[in-house]
């Protein structure tokens, strides 16, 4: 890919709070056009970096550029190129749903024509119409997120910065969000999200690096990480909890790559689940349940740390 | 860019202000009724009937209501600089809403105090139009008292809000009412002249930026103004808001960019 089209620009970059380092040094390229996640458990750096590409947190250290501008020095006019959906909302509740948006285009000083035109576009995308005129305080966490990304949206930026965009959302919110991204992704806007839910991962990224302690463990696509970091399928074991670190102890025997005892659970990575399962059975070992499943990327993040990504 | 920048943020301030500004504007007129009625013609009244030497030969009405003016001014100032700054800083993130845009955090700072002043001219120029109600009005300088209340209630509303952004609970607001806008309120020759304090409490009153918008206003609303007094009063002022404005850039910069 032509050094051009490469958005965003990171080496060593670091994030500290006093003594508290956040961010630990990393390093990524961001490539117009594609769908970047920063994947990772809550604490892992992911929102530090995301505020640094936001021009709204200095770096402690290393270098990092954003559309070829440095983002201390340039600040104004690399933020008038980007769309950001923070973490938590913050709409004005006391405005209505197309206020929201008027003063935001305001923001970017966007003449008063161009700003409704695209404010009722917008809305229409994000299926919040039919909204337009009411408040915002008493729509759903839903609504109000989607109406974070159609604000995001009114500069027409280059680049979007979602901040866990579904996190606290029902499964139906979230994937009317994922709906609306996947779309965005289609007409070629260039995404960087943090998420610590795998299936949003999964779904959204092209490419992504998966963050731990404020450091990157290991980066690439979903598939490329999977295909490295896990086996193909996943065995997963649940036995009488009387009985359960017994039996994770006989299952050291068990025709498995890899085992990963976890709390309730026992994890076995094996190229054939069910061949595995046969195996256990062979053992004299009976699960209370078991499921055969594909590895996915919560897999990866044990793997990569010791630790699961949802707690 | 820096004043269409803050415009931007003014903009947003009167796009909310839309929705409560009736009720602001009764309030702006209710108060100054209620004070000049009370204080001026009812406690006027009793202060006239001893012919006091003190207020320099005017009916206690006329005496008060410039130093009313300048007051209500501080009290404006604090209202639009506590809560709507913790509110948006804290509770909506309306500011961090538009930290996210071009805006810098002085832009934002700056906006707000755009707001502000607005606010100041629209209070002060209600109160103006109430005292001349009351006839509580000496001289046709009191057009000139508007901006000087103006900048009065500036040198309240720039420092506040510097410091109201560094804030996380509005407990330090109930403080900063408690002990300095009500000790002001009643000792910076408002209701009744300096020189009546005891002599070692004077210099405090005379440092305040309460009492120098005070002295203005009066001598103005008087007509005994004199340009030597009357520019030295400004420039403190005028010292005292920039001073805050330097404050606020520097804290609401260390609060938004973190």
Redesign the interface.
């Known amino acids: 890919m032509p050094a051009t089209d490469v958005l965003i620009h990171a080496r060593g970059l670091a994030k500290s ?1 006093g003594s508290a380092t956040a961010v630990a040094g990393i390093d990524f390229d961001l490539h117009r056009a594609e769908a970047f996640g920063f994947l990772g458990p809550n604490g892992a750096g992911k929102s530090s970096t995301m ?1 640094m590409i ?1 021009c ?3 770096p402690s250290g290393g270098e990092l550029s954003i559309l070829g501008l440095d983002p201390v020095a340039d ?3 690399i ?2 190129r ?1 769309g ?1 959906v ?1 973490q ?8 209505t749903v197309r ?1 929201n948006l ?3 285009g ?4 966007l003449p008063r024509g161009v700003i409704a035109e695209r404010a009722a576009r917008l809305l229409e995308f994000v299926q919040l119409a039919d909204r337009a005129e009411d408040q915002v305080e008493p729509l759903s966490g839903g609504m109000k997120r989607r109406l974070t990304i159609a604000r995001s949206l009114i ?1 027409e930026p280059e680049i979007l910065l979602l901040d866990e965009p579904t996190t606290g959302l029902d499964p139906q919110a979230r994937h009317a969000v994922w709906d609306r991204l996947y779309r965005l992704k289609q007409q070629g806007v260039t995404l960087v999200l943090t998420t610590h839910y795998m299936d949003e991962a999964e779904q959204l990224c092209d490419r992504l690096v998966v963050m731990d302690r404020g450091k990157i463990a290991a980066g690439g696509s979903p598939r490329d990480l999977i295909g490295r970091y896990s086996t193909p399928e996943v065995l997963e074991l649940r036995f009488d909890p009387a009985g359960h670190q017994q039996a994770a102890e006989k299952l050291m025997d068990a025709p498995a790559e890899r085992m990963e005892v976890l709390a309730d659970r026992v994890l076995l990575y094996t190229r054939d689940g069910d061949a595995a399962l046969t195996a256990v059975r062979g053992l004299g070992l009976e699960p209370l349940t078991s499921l055969v499943r594909r590895s996915t990327l919560e897999d990866v993040f044990l793997r990569l740390t010791g630790r699961r990504l949802e707690d | ?1 820096v004043v ?2 803050a415009w ?2 003014l ?2 301030w009167l ?2 202000y839309r ?1 409560t500004w009736r009720g602001t504007i009764y309030s702006s007129v209710l108060n100054p009724v209620l004070f000049l009625g009370a204080m001026g013609l009812g406690l006027g009244t009793l202060v006239d009937a001893h012919r006091p030497s003190g207020l320099g030969g005017v009916r206690y009405l006329v005496f008060l209501a410039p130093g009313l003016l300048a007051a209500s001014a501080m009290h404006t100032a604090m209202g639009e600089s506590t809560y709507p700054v913790l509110g948006s800083v804290k509770w ?3 500011y ?9 955090p002085r832009d934002i700072f700056h906006g707000h105090l755009l707001f502000t002043a607005m606010r100041l001219a629209m209070n002060c120029s209600i109160f103006v139009a109430v005292m001349a109600g009351f006839g509580a009005v000496g001289s046709p300088w009191v057009l000139a008292a508007l901006p000087v209340a103006v900048l009065t209630g500036l040198a309240f509303a720039a420092p506040i809000e510097a410091y109201a952004i560094t804030r996380d609970k509005d407990q330090s607001f109930s403080m900063l009412f408690r002990f300095v806008l009500i000790p002001l309120f009643l000792f910076s020759g408002t209701f009744f002249p300096v020189s009546q304090l005891p002599g070692w409490l004077r210099p405090v009153a005379y440092a305040t930026p309460l009492w120098q918008g005070v002295a203005l206003c009066r001598s103005l609303s008087l007509g005994t103004a004199t340009v030597g007094p009357a520019l030295g009063h400004v420039a403190y002022l005028a010292l005292v808001a920039a001073a805050g404005i330097a404050a606020g850039q520097r804290t609401y910069r260390r609060r ?3």
């Not at chain 1, 938590?88 to 405005?95: A, G, I, K, R």
């Not at chain 2, 961090?96 to 810098?104: E, F």
Request: glycine share 6%; net charge positive.
């Open positions: 709070f505020r936001g709204v947190s200095p600040g104004p006019a933020r008038a980007l950001v923070p938590q909302d913050t709409l004005d509740v006391e405005l206020e008027i003063i935001y305001r923001y970017f000083g500069n | 860019m269409s920048f931007r943020e903009r947003f796009t909310n929705r909506l993130k309306t961090q809403a538009a930290a996210a845009t071009p805006l810098r938004l960019y973190v």
